[in-house]
């Protein structure tokens, strides 16, 4: 059952709103819809994005890896 709910926000916000739900072909309701049925969820654990669950697991990596350490190599290098 749709229930109608008004709410008052900064208006810059609601225009960025706007412009995301289009550019992810939905309304703006349904894009507030899905976070507070996100944020409200009975469940505690985290839902993990089912592109995310897929791509899991093809990239191995060493287990002594300083990722940290790797990154800033890697913004060194890009920006010789």
Known sequence: ???KLTIKLDKEVIEQ?????KKQNTSLS???E???SQ???KQKKETINPIVKELSGIIKL???LDAKK???QHILNKYK
Do not use: V
């Open 1 to 3: 059952m749709n229930t």
């Open 70 to 72: 790797a990154y800033r």
């Open 34 to 36: 899905y976070y507070l």
């Open 62 to 64: 060493p287990k002594n």
């Open 30 to 32: 349904k894009l507030i």
């Open 39 to 41: 944020i409200t969820s």
């Open 17 to 21: 709103a706007k412009i995301y739900a």
